[in-house]
């Protein structure tokens, strides 16, 4: 079994920046890609960013380009996001995730096996 942990969550202005990390730990399980995905209450689970490591690709939402960047360690299993000239409209729950093997678009949220428990973002203006 894989245990994700998140951290990094938490507040700031419009303008400002948080950084979000999230480390894959467990036996036995491969990683092909690790993303970020959001909530908003009364909102469906959204796709914001994934890299796929032995690729080396990152793609992200277009609401975020230029403003967040994902990037991480493939040997630790852990991936960052770090979230720039944040805007109220980035307030969600945010979520990690396992994509183990090559499934289906990184976008998709359904294509993951494990998530981890959610870290609140709250951006005020």
């Known amino acids: 079994q894989m245990q994700l942990i998140e951290s990094g969550g938490g507040s700031a202005q419009a303008g400002g920046s948080l950084r979000l990390s999230c480390t894959a730990r467990?036996?036995?399980?491969?990683?092909?890609?690790m993303g970020w995905f959001r909530q908003a209450p009364g909102k469906e689970r959204e796709f914001v960013a994934a890299?796929?490591?032995?690729?080396?690709?990152?793609h992200y939402v277009d609401s975020v380009l230029g403003r967040f960047t994902i990037s991480g360690d493939n040997a630790e299993n852990t991936v960052y996001l770090q979230m720039n000239r944040l805007e109220p409209e980035d307030s969600a729950v945010y979520y990690c995730?396992?994509?183990?093997?090559?499934?289906?678009?990184?976008?998709?949220?359904?294509?993951?096996?494990?998530w981890g428990q959610g870290t609140q973002v709250t951006v005020s203006s």
């Open positions: 995730g396992v994509q183990s093997t090559l499934r289906g678009p990184v976008s998709s949220s359904a294509e993951y096996d494990f």
């Open positions: 467990g036996r036995g399980f491969s990683t092909y890609a």
């Open positions: 890299i796929i490591w032995n690729a080396k690709s990152k």
